[in-house]
């Protein structure tokens, strides 16, 4: 039986000096990366967060979207990602965090 769908949900807001950090974490999962997604949901940063994600995006393999949260808060970009999820099992990261290579194997 293959592995379920995972979405993975960051909420964000001027996070230019962890987001990249958190997104490597995602990027090293031994989880297969065919079965999750990446939705960073910007609070409408006034720093470079949304300019690092993009590039990253534009860089990586991993199937990551970035998506604008104009109401800025962390509930409300919680439901703009939930709306775009695909994924059978959500997991919510906050940009800020690192998480190990096992994180979303070991959720699921």
Same mark, same amino acid.
Request: net charge neutral; hydrophobic share 45%; proline share 4%.
């Given at each position: 039986?293959?592995?379920?769908?995972?979405?993975?949900?960051?909420?964000?807001?001027?996070?230019?000096?962890?987001?990249?950090?958190?997104?490597?974490?995602?990027?090293?999962?031994?989880?297969?990366? /065919?079965?999750?997604?990446? *939705?960073?949901?910007?609070? !409408?940063?006034?720093? #470079?967060?949304?300019?690092? @994600?993009?590039?990253? =995006?534009?860089?990586? /393999?991993?199937?990551?979207? *970035?998506?604008?949260?104009? !109401?800025?808060?962390? #509930?409300?970009?919680?439901? @703009?990602?939930?709306? =775009?999820?695909?994924?059978?099992?959500?997991?919510?990261?906050?940009?800020?965090?690192?998480?190990?290579?096992?994180?979303?194997?070991?959720?699921?």
């Amino acid at each position: 039986m293959a592995e379920p769908f995972v979405t993975v949900l960051i909420p964000v807001r001027n996070e230019e000096r962890y987001i990249e950090r958190c997104l490597y974490g995602l990027a090293a999962q031994d989880y297969p990366h /065919t079965r999750f997604e990446v *939705l960073v949901i910007d609070g !409408r940063s006034t720093d #470079a967060t949304r300019e690092i @994600v993009a590039r990253f =995006a534009a860089e990586s /393999t991993m199937d990551l979207r *970035l998506l604008d949260n104009p !109401r800025q808060k962390t #509930a409300a970009g919680l439901n @703009v990602g939930l709306a =775009a999820a695909r994924g059978e099992v959500i997991v919510r990261v906050d940009g800020h965090a690192s998480v190990a290579a096992d994180f979303l194997r070991r959720g699921v």
